[in-house]
């Protein structure tokens, strides 16, 4: 039996993963701890961390959860590399889903350190749009701005 992504099309429905990655200095404690604050307070179904880039790409691949990113940064040396999600890339998009380039939405950078996998067009569309407005991307206004579309979506 072939495995599909989910269907849900809204944040506050969605099984959210994300990863700490390597980094245990004080800007990314903090970027995780906020980001997973600023998650919790809009009401998402919940947040996992599966442990492994691949894994985590398989569990939006398989319908287990519905949104995965990574941040991942050359410069700091932190965030997944081409091994962690190359397979994951085509089992993703096998199953139905995407994976985008988290800074513009378009073609996923294998050679980019950050990840945005999502079930479906839609549910990253909706993250996208509201990216569009964000200016320098950073991790935590990237996920406020996801937020705020999910947010909008469960209002309705």
């Known amino acids: ?12 429905r969605a099984v959210v993963g994300m990863e700490p990655g390597y980094g245990r200095d004080d800007k990314s404690v903090t970027r995780l701890s906020s980001t997973m604050e ?3 307070r809009k009401q998402i179904r919940t947040l ?5 880039c691949g894994l985590n790409a398989a ?37 139905g889903g995407v994976m985008l380039n988290i800074y513009d939405g378009g073609a996923f950078d294998l050679m980019g350190r950050s990840v945005f996998a999502a ?3 839609k549910l ?15 991790p935590s206004v990237f996920l406020l701005a996801v937020l705020q579309c999910g947010a909008r979506a469960c209002r309705s």
């Open 1 to 12: 039996m072939a495995i599909h992504v989910s269907e849900c099309d809204a944040l506050c």
């Open 38 to 40: 600023c998650l919790m």
């Open 48 to 52: 996992r961390m599966g442990g492994a």
């Open 59 to 95: 569990s939006v691949a398989s319908g287990r959860w519905d949104l995965f990113l990574e941040e991942g940064s050359w410069t700091d040396n932190v965030g997944p590399k081409i091994w962690d999600f190359a397979p994951a890339k085509l089992i993703v998009e096998e199953a």
């Open 119 to 121: 079930a479906n067009r």
């Open 124 to 138: 990253a569309d909706e993250a996208l749009a509201a990216m569009k407005v964000r200016g320098n991307w950073d």
